[in-house]
C-alpha cells in the first residue's frame, strides 16, 4: 500500500455529498450546527445499522472511483493485512466530509461502519493478471491514460475471477488487439465496459456461449424494430410495455454496435 492510494481514497471519501433534507435532520446539519468547520456528532452516535441506512449509498463507489485507484495499484491487488491497515489509517483520521445546505457548508463525521464499506466495495484486494495487464497495454494507442486505467479497473471486476473468465477475457482482448481492422473503430474500453456487464448478466464463461449470447441480442432487438406488436388493438399499450424507460432507443443502438463490434472482433482474428 502507498501514501498515493490512501490520498485518492480520503479524497473520495471527503468529497462534497447532496443529502436529502431527511438525512441532513437526522444528521442534526441544520441551520444552527452547519457552520463551516463545525461537525455534527449526532450520527455517530446513532447505532451502526442506522448509519449504513442513512449514508450507505452516498459512500458506494462507482467505476470511475476504482479506476481512480488504478495508478497507485499493483497487479496483485493489496493483501488483506494491507486493506485491513488502509481503513484503520483512514479512520484514525476521523474524516468528515462536507454537505451544500443552501448557501452554507455542513460538514458530517463519516462513520467507521460507512468508510469501511466504501473501500471494501473498491475491490483493493482484486488482482489483475499480467497477461490482461499486457493485452490492455497493447491497446494504449487507442485509449487515453484514463481509459486505460479504466480498462485495467473493470478487468478485476469479480465476474472475471469466475469459471472461465479470465481466459475469455484474454481472449476477448487478444481478438480486439490483433483483428485486421484494430478494434472494428470502437472504442476499447467501451467494449470492455459492455463485455463485463454482458458475461456478469448472461453468464456465457466461452466464447461459444458468448457468440451465442450476442447473436441473440442483435436478433431481439431486430425482431422487436421489425415487429413491435403482437395486438394491433394494444398497439399503444404494447408499445410501452415492452420498451423499457431504461433500454431507449440510444441505448438500444449502443448494445447492438457493442455486440457486433466483439463479434467482428473475434471472427476476424480466428
Not at 467507521?112 to 490492455?136: M, Q, S
Not at 491497446?139 to 473468465?165: I, K
Not at 453468464?203 to 441480442?217: K, N, P, Q, V
Amino acid at each position: 500500500m502507498t501514501l498515493d492510494l490512501l490520498h485518492i481514497v480520503r479524497t473520495q471519501l471527503k468529497r462534497s455529498r447532496t443529502l436529502p433534507t431527511q438525512i441532513e435532520q437526522a444528521c442534526a446539519l441544520n441551520n444552527e450546527d452547519s457552520l463551516p468547520g463545525q461537525a455534527s456528532g449526532l450520527i455517530l452516535r446513532m447505532e451502526e445499522y442506522e448509519q449504513e441506512l442513512l449514508l450507505s449509498r452516498f459512500f458506494t463507489p462507482d467505476q470511475e472511483d476504482r479506476a481512480a485507484c488504478e495508478p497507485a495499484l499493483p497487479l496483485a491487488g493489496l493483501t488483506s493485512d494491507q486493506l485491513n491497515a488502509l481503513m484503520a489509517d483512514l479512520e484514525a483520521e476521523t474524516l468528515s466530509f462536507s454537505v451544500v445546505l443552501e448557501a452554507r457548508i455542513g460538514y458530517c463525521p463519516i462513520p467507521p461502519v460507512v468508510l469501511r464499506r466504501h473501500v471494501r466495495l473498491l475491490g483493493l484486494e482484486a488482482a489483475l493478471l499480467p497477461r490482461v495487464a499486457n493485452l490492455i497495454s497493447g491497446l494504449a494507442g487507442l485509449m487515453t491514460d484514463q481509459e486505460r486505467f479504466m480498462a485495467m479497473s473493470l478487468a478485476r471486476r469479480p465476474v472475471w475471477h469466475e469459471q472461465n473468465g479470465e481466459s475469455l477475457l484474454i481472449r476477448c482482448l487478444e481478438a480486439m488487439g490483433t483483428a485486421p481492422n484494430g478494434t472494428s473503430g470502437t472504442n476499447p474500453v467501451a467494449k470492455i465496459d459492455f463485455l463485463t456487464s454482458f458475461v456478469r448478466t448472461y453468464r456465457c464463461f466461452h466464447e461459444t456461449d458468448l457468440r451465442a449470447g450476442l447473436i441473440s441480442l442483435v436478433e431481439s432487438y431486430r425482431i422487436d424494430q421489425e415487429h413491435p406488436t403482437y395486438n394491433p388493438r394494444l398497439e399503444t399499450r404494447q408499445a410501452e410495455s415492452i420498451r423499457s424507460h431504461y433500454c431507449d432507443e440510444s441505448v438500444k443502438q449502443f448494445r447492438v454496435a457493442m455486440a457486433r463490434a466483439i463479434l467482428e472482433d473475434l471472427s476476424s482474428s480466428t
